[in-house]
C-alpha cells in the first residue's frame, strides 16, 4: 500500500476518533461515539499492518494476542470502584508504550536532530506517565499509603532531577548514539521523575493525578508520533492530551486550587483549620427513616466513602423506596468526589440510578433550601461548610455542595474521625444535622429495613 | 517543512481536543477519560512499525513488547469503557416517567 493511500485512511480514522469523543459527551450517544473511536483505531491498525514497512508478522500477533487478552480480562473483571486504579494501569501502559516506540525508532536509519528531540521527549513523557500512574495505582489501592509524602528539600531534589535530565539530554544531542549513556541515563531520570512527581499528592487530590496522567499518555504519544514521522499518533495524541487537560483544570477549578498548587504542594501542610466545637446529634435508623418517609425532596450526596462501602447499591434501593413514598430523588454529585473524574456517576450508575437523576453541584446548590433531607454518604471535604466560613481552612474557597442549607441533613460516617484532607467539619455540628454512624452500606440497609416493617 | 508541517497538525489537534471536551457532563467524566485514554493507545501503531520492520533485533523486540503494552491499552480501554457505558441507562418506563412531586 502506498504511503498516500495509508494516510488517507489515517485521515478516516482520525475523523472517527473526533466524532467518537464528540459522542461521548452526551449519554444517549456515547456507547456509540466509543464504538465508533474503537472502529477508527480498528482501521488504523490494519491499514499499518498492509504498510510495506511491516515485514515480521510472528512476533507482533503473539505480542498483540498478549496484550489483547490482558486488556480484555481486565476490563471485564475490574469492580467499578476500582475505575480508578484501571484507568491508573492503563495510563502506564499507553506511557511505557510509548516510551518503548521512541526507543525503538532511534534504530531507524537517517534520523534527523530534530527527529532525536522528539524521541527524547517520548522516552521522558512516556517514562513520567508509566513511573507515575504506577504510584498513583499504589496509592488507589491502598497497596502504599495514599498520603502525600513530602520530605525536605523535595523540591530541590526534584530540580536537580530536572537539571540532569537536561544535562543528559543534551550530551545524548551532542552524540546521539544507539548505546549512549545518556540515554539509559535519560530513561531512568524520567521514570525517578515520574515517581516524584506523584509521591507528594495526596488521596483526595488524585482525580487532578489522574486527568494529568491521562493526558501526559496522550502527550506521549503524540511525541512518538514526531519521532517515527507518523500523523495520526500526533493527531490521536494531540486530542487525548488536549482532553487530559481541560479535565485537569475542570478538577483544579472543583478545588479552587492551580495545578501548581496541587502539584508542588502536599495538601493540608500549608494551613490549619480552626477547630470548631459543637456537640454532634446522633440519630438511630428508626428515626431516619420517619424523617424520610415526611420527606418530599431527598437528595444523595456520594463521596470516596460509598465506593469503600460498596453502598451505591443499597443508596439506589433507598432511593426507590422514596420515590415510591412520593419522594423527588436526585443524586448530587461533586466533580471531584471520589478519586477520579466522575467517578461516584459511574457507581450509580452501575447500581442501576438512571443518568437523570444524577445532577452536578450547579444544579443543586441553587435548590438546595428546598430540599428536605440531604444525605449525605461518605464525603466529607465536598460538603464541608468551613470552605465558605473559614479561611484558614486548607479547602477555603472551594466550592461545595450547600447540603448544610438543606432543611435536614444526614451525615453517614463510620465514626467521629475528621475526612481525608484533616480538616474539621463544622457540618457535623450544624442544628440540622443528624449523625447516622456506622458503616454507609449497614446504616442504609438498616433505614431500608425500617421501610419494610 | 516535515517537522513544520507535522507542528501544524499538532496546534490543530489541540484546538479540537479543547473545543470537544469542554462541553462533557461531568456525568460522563470517568467513561470520557478511558475512553481518550484508549485512543492514547494509537502509539500501537507505531509499536507496530517498529516490531514489523525487520531491520534490527532490539528495535522488533522493543517494538513487540510496546506493541502488548500498547494492546492492553487500546483493548482494555475500549472494553472497559464500553461497559462502563452500558450501565449508564435512562429512567425505564414502567415506573411512571413524569411522577408528580
Not at chain 1, 39 to 54: E, N, P, W
Not at chain 1, 59 to 74: H, R
Not at chain 2, 51 to 80: C, E, K, P, Q, R
Request: one cysteine or more.
Amino acid at each position: 500500500m502506498s504511503q498516500e493511500l495509508i494516510n488517507v485512511f489515517y485521515i478516516v480514522a482520525a475523523a472517527l476518533f473526533v466524532f467518537g469523543l464528540k459522542q461521548l459527551s452526551s449519554p444517549a450517544t456515547a456507547v456509540r461515539g466509543n464504538l465508533l473511536s474503537a472502529v477508527g483505531m480498528l482501521i488504523a491498525v490494519v491499514v499499518t499492518l498492509f504498510s510495506q514497512g511491516v515485514l515480521e508478522f510472528q512476533w507482533m500477533a503473539v505480542a498483540a494476542i498478549v496484550g489483547a487478552l490482558i486488556g480484555a480480562l481486565a476490563a471485564q473483571r475490574v469492580a467499578m470502584t476500582a475505575m480508578p486504579e484501571m484507568v491508573a494501569l492503563f495510563n502506564g501502559s499507553g506511557g511505557v508504550a510509548s516510551l518503548l516506540v521512541g526507543w525503538a525508532a532511534l534504530y531507524n536509519p537517517g534520523n534527523t536532530a530534530f527527529i532525536h528531540i522528539s524521541i527524547l521527549l517520548s522516552i521522558l513523557i512516556g517514562g513520567v506517565t508509566l513511573a507515575g500512574s504506577i504510584i498513583a495505582w499504589g496509592k488507589l489501592s491502598e497497596v502504599m499509603t495514599s498520603r502525600a509524602l513530602v520530605f525536605a528539600a523535595q523540591r530541590l531534589v526534584n530540580a536537580l532531577i530536572l537539571i540532569a535530565l537536561v544535562v543528559c539530554g543534551t550530551l545524548f544531542m551532542l552524540a546521539p548514539a544507539l548505546d549512549s549513556p545518556y540515554l539509559y541515563a535519560v530513561i531512568a531520570l524520567s521514570l525517578l521523575f515520574g515517581v516524584m512527581a506523584v509521591i507528594p499528592i495526596g488521596g483526595a487530590d488524585m482525580p487532578v493525578v489522574i486527568s494529568l496522567l491521562n493526558s501526559y499518555s496522550g502527550l506521549a504519544a503524540c511525541a512518538a508520533g514526531f519521532a517515527i514521522q507518523n500523523n495520526i499518533l500526533i493527531v490521536a495524541g494531540a486530542l487525548v492530551g488536549a482532553a487530559g487537560i481541560i479535565l485537569t483544570n475542570i478538577m483544579c477549578k472543583a478545588m479552587n486550587r492551580s495545578l501548581a498548587n496541587v502539584l508542588f504542594s502536599g495538601f493540608g501542610a500549608v494551613k490549619t483549620a480552626s477547630k470548631v466545637e459543637g456537640e454532634v446529634k446522633p440519630i438511630n435508623a428508626e428515626d431516619a427513616q420517619l424523617i424520610l418517609e415526611a420527606a418530599s425532596s431527598v437528595a444523595f450526596v456520594p463521596g470516596y466513602g460509598m465506593a469503600v462501602a460498596q453502598a451505591q447499591h443499597v443508596v439506589r434501593e433507598l432511593g426507590e423506596i422514596l420515590e415510591k413514598n412520593g419522594a423527588e430523588v436526585s443524586y448530587a454529585v461533586h466533580p471531584v468526589a471520589g478519586r477520579m473524574p466522575g467517578h461516584m456517576n459511574v457507581l450509580l450508575a452501575e447500581a442501576n440510578v438512571p443518568y437523570d437523576q444524577l445532577v452536578e453541584m450547579d444544579d443543586i446548590n441553587p435548590r438546595i433550601e428546598h430540599i428536605d433531607v440531604a444525605v449525605v454518604i461518605g464525603a466529607n471535604d465536598v460538603v464541608n461548610p468551613a470552605a465558605r466560613q473559614d479561611e484558614n481552612s486548607p479547602i477555603y474557597g472551594m466550592p461545595i455542595i450547600n447540603v448544610d442549607h438543606a432543611r435536614t441533613v444526614f451525615v453517614l460516617k463510620r465514626s467521629m474521625a475528621s475526612g481525608f484532607a484533616g480538616v474539621d467539619n463544622p457540618l457535623f455540628f450544624g442544628a440540622n444535622t443528624r449523625m447516622l454512624f456506622g458503616d454507609a452500606k449497614a446504616s442504609i440497609s438498616a433505614v431500608i429495613g425500617e421501610f419494610k416493617r | 517543512m516535515e517537522a513544520v508541517y507535522l507542528a501544524f497538525v499538532l496546534m490543530l489537534s489541540i484546538f479540537l481536543g479543547f473545543e470537544l471536551i469542554s462541553k462533557v457532563p461531568a456525568t460522563l467524566h470517568t467513561p470520557l477519560m478511558s475512553g481518550a485514554n484508549a485512543i492514547s493507545g494509537i502509539t500501537l501503531v507505531g509499536a507496530l512499525t517498529s516490531a514489523g520492520s525487520g531491520m534490527d533485533a532490539v528495535a522488533s523486540l522493543l517494538g513487540a513488547v510496546a506493541v502488548t503494552f500498547a494492546t492492553i491499552n487500546v483493548v482494555g480501554g475500549y472494553l472497559v469503557t464500553n461497559r462502563m457505558l452500558g450501565m449508564f441507562k435512562k429512567k425505564e418506563s414502567p415506573r411512571q416517567p413524569e411522577a408528580p412531586a
